[in-house]
């Protein structure tokens, strides 16, 4: 499985746009691109998935770029719920199974 | 149920004992995932079930670990003669299909002390 590289902590501010990036030089062909969110005391949840160029759903965008070795998880107008660790997962979907690989995540902080 | 839920939440054994961890996932899931979460850190698979078959069990990490779901539906985590190095949150996961990359649902854990 590919390995992720993300930034162990970010802070922000409610109102404004969070973009975190993931690293993912060895993805494969058939790899997709997942990004779960933890709060705490909490299992993780399913945030967005996507193989290339742009997704969009109600809670986020996913960015990635034609060579697809990185991504961007960006939240729109973050409030202090938004509070958690966000990670990025990259994996073959069409496997007869998948085992997520987490690393260690990116603690993102919002202040008021 | 309306997601994966887990009991206990919260459990205490002294070292040496066996602890057995439930799971109970979303009502027709076919997969059943545990993963092990050291404090500070991601999670990490233990094991896989598709229905009753257990497909996956590399990450195990000693002979203590024992997991099973006889019917296809609840499960359960077994830790024998348990350590200080199990102490930590055990986290059950399901999803609808037997096919990667599909959207695993978890439940909340069971956080594991062992004194």
């Known amino acids: 499985l590919a390995k992720t590289t993300q930034p162990i902590s970010m802070d922000s501010y409610e109102g404004q746009e969070v973009n975190i990036t993931c690293s993912h030089n060895n993805i494969a062909t058939n790899d997709y691109i997942t990004w779960y969110q933890q709060f705490p005391s909490q299992g993780p949840r399913f945030i967005i998935q996507g193989y290339k160029t742009k997704v969009t759903n109600e809670v986020a965008s996913l960015f990635i770029p034609a060579d697809r070795k990185s991504s961007t998880l960006s939240l729109p107008r973050v409030s202090l719920s938004d509070t958690a660790v966000y990670y990025c997962l990259v994996g073959d979907t069409n496997s007869g199974y998948s085992t997520l690989t987490f690393g260690k995540g990116t603690m993102l902080l919002v202040s008021p | 149920g309306a997601g994966v839920s887990q009991s206990p939440r919260y459990k205490v054994a002294k070292r040496g004992q066996d602890v057995a961890l439930r799971c109970d996932p979303i009502?027709?899931?076919?997969?059943l995932f545990w993963y092990q979460q050291a404090l500070g850190q991601g999670p990490e698979f233990l094991t896989y079930?598709?229905?009753?078959?257990?497909?996956?069990k590399s990450g195990l990490p000693s002979d203590r670990f024992f997991a099973e779901r006889p019917e296809g539906s609840v499960s359960t985590l077994k830790i024998q003669r348990t350590q200080q190095e199990d102490s930590a949150v055990y986290l059950c996961a399901s999803s609808s299909h037997g096919t990667g990359g599909n959207e695993q649902f978890f439940g909340p854990g069971t956080r594991l002390t062992v004194l």
């Open positions: 079930f598709q229905n009753e078959a257990q497909l996956d």
């Open positions: 009502s027709g899931h076919v997969s």
